[in-house]
């Protein structure tokens, strides 16, 4: 691996926002596995097999002996996968003219939350106690809050949406951008209430209290944390 060393502590500025007071380095291409172990080190301060970490901000290796436990960590996600698609309109059941589009949108997660403790202290109701095993089959990675493995065997980068980088775009099979008023009607939506349904199945409402969410990591453009961009090859 390369040792860069940092050319400054100035912010660095990440799709207009700041993501850090490191110089971020070279893009990182590694499988998804690779990316969630990456990740869940830097998070948990444990390695693999004891191998030394490299630290952008210092240009250094790390020995785990000298690795410290993080809490909730900022990250930006750059997402890109296919559109969830109706055959047909919703309005007037034309057949879709846009099968086959991608949908891309940036934005910034904090993970590495506890999500109980988080909306308790964000929120006037009652005490909420999440499951004691989640429903969606995502459990923790090698006891990282900020990493889950579901049971399909992918990998998600979990945190509660912080904002938003760019605003979902959706794009045709030739790499032409579609309006999203055009492209609407023919997308798969949840509507208000159904959220609220499920929201409430779990003591907490959507409109009133932080949500978590889980991002598969071979859903991913890029992300970015810890001064690298980690790039999915897979």
Known sequence: ???????????????????????????????????????????????????????????????????KAKGAVFVTIAYRSGARMNKTSRIDKNPNPFLGAVKTSKYQVLANVKWQDYVNRRSNHGKFEANEKPSNGVENYRGCLGVGKHSNGSFQVKGVPFRVVEDAKYWDTNGNEIDSDIIDPYLKKQSKASKEKEAAKHGISVKNDPIYRGTRID????????????????
Do not use: H, N
């Open 1 to 67: 691996m390369e040792k860069t060393a940092v050319q400054s502590q100035s912010q660095v500025v990440d799709s207009g926002i700041v993501v850090g007071g490191i110089q971020a380095a070279k893009p990182r291409r590694m499988s998804m596995q690779a990316i969630a172990d990456d990740i869940a080190t830097r998070i948990t301060g444990v390695t693999l097999e004891g191998e030394d970490v490299y630290d952008p901000k210092t240009g250094k290796f790390f020995p785990e002996s000298e690795l």
């Open 219 to 234: 859903s991913c453009e890029y992300i970015r944390v810890f001064g690298f961009e980690y790039i999915p090859t897979e």
